[in-house]
């Protein structure tokens, strides 16, 4: 399973929380880094959080620092996205992508450059309003 799959995702007021999965059996073996993007309609995509496989360092989108969290664990094939303090502004489709590659990369590489070896899960919907 090289593709990642995104469970959670939904509907919250604002000031609320949620918390994104992914998982793929690539995360221990393959992938160098993991990152959540995110795509609202009418806008392109931005890389919010990622992780390096290798250093656990992360990175964060400056939209998103302080109030989102990325996490893995190893044992269970699990990277997750905690977001905390959502704002309408949030609202959008949340990917979890992979990185596959010989070398170890730094988490804000994954954010901010895509790469040919990027795998895309399908997305998921949060929505934040009133």
């Known amino acids: 399973q090289v593709k990642p799959v995104e469970v959670g995702g939904g509907s919250v007021q604002p000031g609320g929380s949620l918390r994104l999965s992914c998982t793929a059996s690539e995360f221990t073996f393959r992938y160098v880094a993991v990152g959540w993007y995110r795509q609202a309609p009418g806008k392109g995509r931005e890389g919010v959080a990622c992780i390096s496989t290798a250093t656990d360092n992360t990175y964060y989108a400056d939209s998103v620092k302080g109030r989102f969290t990325i996490s893995r664990d190893n044992a269970r094939n699990l990277v997750y996205l905690q977001m905390d303090s959502l704002t309408p502004e949030d609202t959008a489709v949340y990917h979890c992508?992979?990185?596959?590659?010989?070398?170890?990369?730094?988490?804000?590489?994954?954010?901010?450059?895509?790469?040919?070896?990027?795998?895309w899960g399908r997305g998921a919907q949060v929505t934040v309003s009133s």
């Open positions: 992508v992979g990185r596959l590659g010989q070398w170890d990369i730094a988490a804000r590489d994954m954010c901010v450059l895509t790469s040919g070896d990027d795998y």
